[in-house]
């Protein structure tokens, strides 16, 4: 047996390359077979393939390539009786076994796996006596140790169940596989890219090592002076009595140059103009050994992707993604997530409109989205039927139910006999998923039943909802065919802590802000981290030590490399990362280079947004505008026109709550059936509000609950009503006209409305009064502008009658207040009824010209109410190609 321990730091490729093809050359066999390559990630196994291949020739048998946790699991299927228990199953099987919630037991399956990979030799006794042992020595509290000891009793629980049925967990092989070696012939071993190992790693690279013939360790270092604390070498080394080795090159520190991108999105456009730049200029056509790497994928694949496909650049996500993942199985499991919730409105509707269930009717799919905003907050198969009823459609709705009554009524079953349920309710929905059909759906859920095993001896059965998330692990482990560019590909999109070791021809390392890189550890909610440090675990120095090491090498093993990180995102701002305090910030962006969509556009004439809605005759000859129509036509033109003209209105989820127009509608019956005689003593008046209520939300729609809720809210009002309408009789009011419709012309301008009230005054006067549930306001100096016209437009067709007018107010229900105009600070201005009125005639006169000819502006009369305008994203005058300065 012979080890030689070789440090590899930047700049030694070549050197590699011969110590490898050396290795594997072996005189004039072409039998390598019992050869064996072994790398830390799959992806450096892909890289170094293409390599080996080179160096052995035209015609040979070639070696074996495999990660470390491929050849453990292989080793250990040729040589063990055992069955391998699915690692997506851990969780759900320690949740039913231990009782505890599936939130709970992943973290008690990772803990499992982490202390497995830390302590190989030791059992459940061993393992306890260190964790007390920690405790202890940190002073820890005693709920912390608590809650350790117990998730080693679950750890303990769930070992011994699967012992019971011949399975071992998934975590537990590298452990094993040390023993079964025997009959394994290496007469090569190379340890190609690894850097650090855990323990249980370790001691199976040791036993590999006394199996073989030659071995020789090929460990990347970030430069010769690393700092080697965390690197596996030192104890190879202590355990077989060598000497490591450090090649020598001519080391050259890169120089950093980041660009500070404005957003995630501007960051990923650069990225892909720079790449489709290089293969334009022939540059780097090599776009296989072309890498984007993030510290974080995940806010960066769906963007990323998305960029990349406009610029037409070939790529692949070297984390593959689930079925989970994928829009098929996403509704797959809405559907199931509806069973569980009772029929939850929002993922029975995801079900519901859902193109991959084939045998929904077009008609439910279809109405779907607006039934399911209409309908609000709904759950339950009754009110699914009532609201589809409504629609004509209760037949199809109950043929979908029907479908679903396999997963409904069974109930205390297994997860074989659910799986079944399952895939009979999939074909008579025509689950379709993809051009397989339903072959892959039963390969990924297949594995399912090999949980019954465990809970043979359990007398409680399963639960819809345990079989669901049985379900959801299994779609998380099983990898979607649809995975970027067919085949793998083009450029590689990958993760920092997936690329090490590799050494790129060309590297986009992106998304390096401040918190990202280095990042943090996640939080273990099980062990602290100084009793991680204790035992050996990861801690956070070790956590940030590896992130340097991976930067470093990285960035020095490139090729090329572009460094990038978003300066801010939303209206969050962020620092660049501490890796990159030694580079200069650099504009890195490359012109004149564009998207087909960008193309498309320089390359015709594309049309200008129109500033207005014309050419559209509002109102013939003899028809008469509604007042109403006054002041929202003037508060925004093209929102009025869109609004009151098309009769569009955005769709939205309908609240629980009381609709506005009902309840305005509700308040004004109340209020004219109050006032409409004299004012009677506050008892009296409380009985005739509350009959008067009673009949008025029995004809309503509202439901009891909101209803009951209405009736105690305007009863408690009744004392301040009572008051107020006792002041108005003192100020000399002797009778009410209520509800008055109203008709005549201003101007020539033939007008319609109705007025809410109109009190007749004791000297020959009348007051107008409009009632108000929400936040509303008046003044003479907004309607001097033109702003809030409608009761002093009533106020000019009374004034035509004849009417002398003295004032017209806002009766506020919401706080019961009263605001009059003209109030006495206006008329002190001279800003009298009459004054106010001719303005609102003038203002009357142009808005009904600028109808009559169809003009209909981007142009809002206040800019406070674009800010939640549902048009604010199409609007001409927000976007800048409208009427009025750019907002």
């Avoid at 929904?360 to 309908?375: G, K, N, Q, Y």
């Avoid at 006209?737 to 109705?754: C, M, P, Q, T, Y």
């Amino acid at each position: 047996m012979s080890l030689r321990i070789i440090h590899m730091p930047p700049g030694a490729g070549k050197a590699h390359r011969e110590l490898l093809s050396a290795a594997l050359i072996d005189g004039s066999t072409r039998d390598h077979s019992n050869k064996y390559i072994i790398f830390p990630t799959r992806h450096l196994l892909e890289d170094r393939r293409n390599l080996v291949h080179g160096s052995l020739g035209d015609c040979y048998i070639p070696p074996c390539m495999m990660t470390l946790n491929q050849l453990a699991t292989h080793v250990f299927k040729v040589n063990s009786k055992w069955r391998i228990f699915p690692r997506e199953f851990v969780a759900p099987a320690i949740s039913l076994l231990s009782g505890i919630s599936i939130g709970y037991a992943t973290l008690v399956a990772d803990f499992i796996s982490e202390i497995r990979l830390h302590f190989p030799d030791a059992d459940h006794a061993g393992i306890r006596k260190r964790l007390e042992e920690a405790f202890v020595k940190e002073n820890t509290p005693e709920e912390v140790a608590a809650r350790s000891f117990e998730c080693l009793g679950f750890m303990e629980q769930f070992e011994s169940s699967l012992a019971t049925e011949g399975f071992i967990d998934s975590s537990a092989i590298i452990t094993a596989v040390s023993t079964h070696l025997d009959n394994t012939r290496i007469s090569t071993l190379i340890l190609d890219g690894f850097y650090e190992l855990t323990p249980t790693e370790l001691n199976f690279v040791n036993a590999l090592v006394r199996q073989a013939e030659n071995t020789i360790a090929l460990v990347p270092v970030s430069h010769p002076g690393d700092d080697l604390k965390y690197c596996y070498s030192t104890e190879l080394a202590n355990e077989f009595n060598v000497i490591p080795e450090t090649l020598e090159t001519k080391e050259k520190s890169p120089t950093l140059e980041y660009f500070p991108a404005k957003g995630m999105e501007h960051e990923a456009e650069a990225i892909a103009r720079d790449i489709k730049a290089n293969w334009l200029n022939s540059r780097n056509r090599d776009l296989r050994n072309t890498w984007i790497v993030f510290p974080k994928l995940a806010p960066y694949r769906a963007l990323i992707g998305r960029v990349l496909n406009r610029y037409g650049i070939p790529h692949c996500f070297s984390k593959e993604k689930t079925l989970l993942e994928s829009a098929p199985y996403r509704d797959l499991m809405a559907m199931l997530d509806a069973l569980n919730s009772d029929f939850q409105r929002v993922p029975f509707a995801r079900m519901l409109q859902s193109p991959y269930f084939e045998n929904i009717p077009a008609e439910v799919r279809d109405a779907t989205p607006s039934v399911s905003l209409a309908a609000g907050l709904i759950r339950g198969k009754g009110a699914w039927r009532r609201v589809f009823k409504a629609r004509g459609l209760l037949k199809e709705c109950n043929i979908i139910l029907k479908a679903l009554e396999p997963l409904i009524t069974t109930k205390s079953t297994t997860f074989g006999s659910y799986l079944n349920n399952l895939l009979d309710v999939l074909a008579r929905l025509g689950f379709a998923p993809g051009e397989e059909g339903l072959s892959e759906t039963e390969e990924a859920l297949g594995r399912i039943a090999q949980l019954d095993p465990i809970f043979a001896g359990s007398k409680k059965g399963v639960s819809l909802e345990e079989f669901t998330e049985a379900v959801r692990c299994a779609l998380g482990a099983s990898s979607s065919t649809t995975n970027g560019t067919k085949g793998g590909a083009g450029v590689k999109i990958s993760e920092l802590f997936e690329v090490r070791g590799l050494e790129p021809k060309m590297l986009y390392l992106g998304g390096l802000k401040d918190g990202d890189i280095p990042a943090k550890q996640d939080m273990d909610l099980i062990l602290p981290d100084r009793i991680r440090r204790r035992l050996g675990l990861v801690d956070m120095n070790r956590f940030m030590h590896l992130q340097s090491h991976i930067f470093r090498r990285l960035t020095a093993t490139s090729g090329k490399f572009f460094l990038s990180y978003p300066t801010m995102e939303g209206d969050k701002l962020f620092l660049p990362s501490i890796f990159l305090s030694e580079g200069n910030a650099s504009d890195l962006s490359v012109k004149g280079v564009y998207c087909t969509e960008e193309l498309q556009t320089y390359r015709a004439s594309a049309p200008v947004p129109p500033k207005e809605v014309s050419s559209i005759a509002f109102a013939k000859e003899g028809t008469s505008i509604r007042v109403t129509d006054i002041d929202s036509y003037r508060s925004c033109p093209r929102r009025h026109f869109i609004e009151k003209v098309l009769g569009l209105t955005p769709p939205e989820v309908q609240q629980y709550e009381i609709d506005a127009k009902e309840l305005g509608i509700i308040a004004h019956r109340v209020m004219e059936g109050l006032i409409s005689g004299p004012l009677p003593p506050l008892d009296t008046f409380t009985e005739r509000a509350e009959s008067i209520l009673n009949n008025a939300l029995a004809n309503s729609e509202l439901d009891k609950y909101l209803a009951d809720i209405m009736k105690e809210s305007f009863l408690a009002l009744l004392p301040e009503i009572h008051e107020l309408e006792s002041k108005l009789e003192e100020e000399g009011i002797k009778s009410h006209e209520l509800e008055v419709d109203v008709r005549g012309s201003i101007n020539g301008i033939n007008l319609r409305g109705k007025i809410d009230r109109i009190d007749n005054n004791n000297d020959n006067t009348v007051s107008l009064m409009d009632y108000k549930t929400g936040a509303s306001d008046i003044s003479a100096v907004s309607a001097l502008r033109g702003e809030n016209l409608q009761l002093f437009i009533y106020a000019a067709m009374l004034a035509a009658r004849g009417k002398s007018l003295k004032r017209v107010g806002i009766y506020k229900l919401k706080d019961i207040s009263l605001k009059w105009v003209p109030n006495p600070r206006d008329l002190k201005n001279g800003n009298d009824i009459n004054t106010i009125i001719d303005a609102a005639s003038e203002f009357l006169k142009e808005t009904a010209s600028q109808m009559a000819h169809g003009s209909y502006p981007a142009q809002p009369l206040k800019e406070d109410r674009c800010m939640n305008c549902h048009e604010r994203s199409f609007c001409p005058y927000i976007q800048g190609t409208g009427e009025g300065p750019n907002v």
